[in-house]
Nanobody, 127 residues
Framework: QVQLVESGGGLVQTGGSLRLSCAASGRTFSRYAMGWFRQAPGKEREFVAA????????YYAESVKGRFTIPRDNAKNTVYLQMNSLNPGDTAVYYC????????????????????WGQGTQVTVSS
């Protein structure tokens, strides 16, 4: 069983930056593909970014490409979401997700097959 705990959310002005962290329990973190999703009020949860277990491969939603990055530190069992040039459209609850991958090079961009989820952290961008 893997537990994911997010932190780093908060209130920021348009154009500002935030870094979210997602700490995972367990000793096999490098075998897990990780992702970030977000859900704004009244909207469905959407994919934001994903990274393979090795950290070599990443993928981003078009809406955040060039502004967000998803590094990971396997020695610290942590994946991050660095968010720059934030705008009010980025306001949402952000969730990290993880799943045991069949390869260290694989990432996933949809909710299944992620089977471990954090509790979510609120990000609010003011205009």
């Amino acid at each position: 069983q893997v537990q994911l705990v997010e932190s780093g959310g908060g209130l920021v002005q348009t154009g500002g930056s935030l870094r979210l962290s997602c700490a995972a329990s367990g000793r096999t973190f490098s075998r897990y593909a990780m992702g970030w999703f977000r859900q704004a009020p009244g909207k469905e949860r959407e994919f934001v970014a994903a990274i393979s277990g090795s950290g070599d491969n990443t993928y981003y939603a078009e809406s955040v490409k060039g502004r967000f990055t998803i590094p990971r530190d396997n020695a610290k069992n942590t994946v991050y979401l660095q968010m720059n040039s934030l705008n009010p459209g980025d306001t949402a609850v952000y969730y990290c997700a993880g799943t045991l991958a069949t390869s260290a090079s694989i990432y996933y961009t949809r909710s299944p097959p992620y089977n471990y989820w954090g509790q979510g952290t609120q990000v609010t961008v003011s205009s």
